[in-house]
């Protein structure tokens, strides 16, 4: 690249930019006509040639000592400096340009501006900036100066629309009709939105389920553990075994059982007893369980929280494949066979899930189950004098509430005890009349009024006999009653078994008309037997 320096004496930028102002030509007298003369010393037009005439072979390139050839205009246009802006033309840019190295012929033709003098023998063509030659339209100021004939004092000249021959922009109207069209289709897109998000509200479990969004209904394969004990009844088809498995923490869901022999149109037959399976069983693995012969525990028997003699010898008889007559004589016999002083063995049986040997007589049977209550009543500190006593109380409070309220309910029949106030359990009003067992909660006008001595509407005091089997828990809160007033309770969601407790028969009452009101939205919630 040729040295730009060693072709001018003057190495002051400062220098060569009052050069550059100092020779511009008056614009009344400009001449399109080529300038053959000698350029001065010193000018920028003279390092300009005599940069390229150091470039061999360089375009235009020439001798020295031989006159300049006259430039034709696309030549003069060629060899301007691109233009796009009134901040390219500053003091700095100029005199950066003079003195920064480039390099090869492009520099020789691009960074060195044209004197002014220069620019006047080349006309730029109207609306083409200095650039043109580079394939760079002009833009701004650039493009007024070619305008007018390309002088630089043009670059700097403020312009106005009308120098530019513009006109101001036409005001846009308003279109009212692309408003009620926008105003439509969000109407539109709120009432899909609206629409679907009540479908979701009202069905977004069924489709969670359709489109398997939602939990699964049955376990992963190969996370059972643990142990529980399942019970078979004489006659149980697919539904209330589904729910036996659900219960005991077997299956994941109550239906995924039946839902899975329904779907895979698996017919089977339940045979009754009590089967070892695991918990989060599959469907699958909890059917072939079932199937399975070994998991059948042989001559066993189960008693339930809350059941009675009457309900429990049947399924005892079926599942020991014993004859029922031979149970129901063992627990008719004098309770004192069996170490208990009581009327009869109501109560005596603990509710749990037994398995006996081979060749077990029925009174060996009852006497089992009368052995563990002793254990449970020993546990809980019951002295043997108040075990009768006790196991009245808890019986009532096992059939009459919670498991969490079970301290609270024995705290309001031990209140109502210490005050000579009748208990009014509709659990013994039921049992005295026979009707424990129908499923309903309220009492039947004939079982309140009935005259029998476990009715505790009619009599004051404890029922003669206890009324059901009772658990751990109700012993326990048999001997350890919660501390509180509470003279009242009812439950008033049976769904729930929400049950409120009240100091005031105002406050009861009030809990009343909420079980009533419960009771009229749910007709099939087991409020009565009508």
Known sequence: MPERESSSPQHDPDARLGDLFENLPDPSQQSPTVDNTPPAPGS???????????????????????????????DSATRALPVTGPAQRSDA???????????EDSTARRSVPASDAERDDAPVPAGVGAGAGAGVPATGAAAGAAGSGGRLEDLFHAHTDEDSGSRPPKKKKRRTGCLVALIIVLAVIGGIVGTGIWAWNTYGDKISDALGWGEPADWEPGIA?????????????????????????????????????VKENIAVTFYPGIYRLQEKMTAEAALEALQDPANKLENSASVGEGATIESSLPGMAESLGMPIEDLQAAVDADPATYGVTAQNLEGWLFPAV???????TATQVI????????????????????????????????????TADFPKVSRVIQNRLDIDMKLQMDSTAQYGYGSLHEGVVSSSAEALEDPNDWNTY?????????????????????????????????????????????????????????????????PDGGCSAG
């Not at 009844?233 to 839902?259: C, I, M, N």
């Not at 037994?354 to 077990?360: A, H, I, S, W």
């Open 44 to 74: 920028r037009r003279a390092a300009r040639e005599a940069a390229a005439a150091q470039t061999p072979g360089g375009e235009g390139a020439a001798p020295a000592s031989e006159p300049q050839e006259p430039r034709s205009d696309a």
């Open 93 to 103: 840019h100029v005199a950066d340009s003079v003195t920064r190295p480039h390099d």
């Open 225 to 261: 553990s643990g142990e529980v004990l399942v019970t078979v009844q004489e006659g149980d088809t697919g539904s209330p075994v589904s729910t036996a498995l659900y219960e005991a923490g077997v299956t994941r869901t109550d239906e995924v059982f039946y839902d899975y022999l």
């Open 354 to 360: 037994y398995t006996f040997d081979p060749g077990v």
């Open 367 to 402: 006497q089992r189950m009368v052995d563990r209550t002793k254990e449970s009543l020993d546990a809980a500190g019951v002295p043997a004098e108040d075990a009768q006593r006790v196991l009245t109380i808890a019986s009532i409070i096992q059939r009459e509430g919670l």
């Open 458 to 522: 009619v009599h004051t005091g404890l029922p003669i006999t206890p009324i059901a089997s009772p658990s751990d828990a109700a012993i326990d809160a048999a001997m350890h009653p919660a501390d509180g007033p509470w003279l009242y309770f009812v439950t008033i969601n049976l769904a729930t078994g929400e049950t409120q407790f009240s100091v005031t028969y105002e406050e009861h009452l009030q809990g009343v008309e909420k079980w009533e009101k419960w009771c009229q939205e749910n």
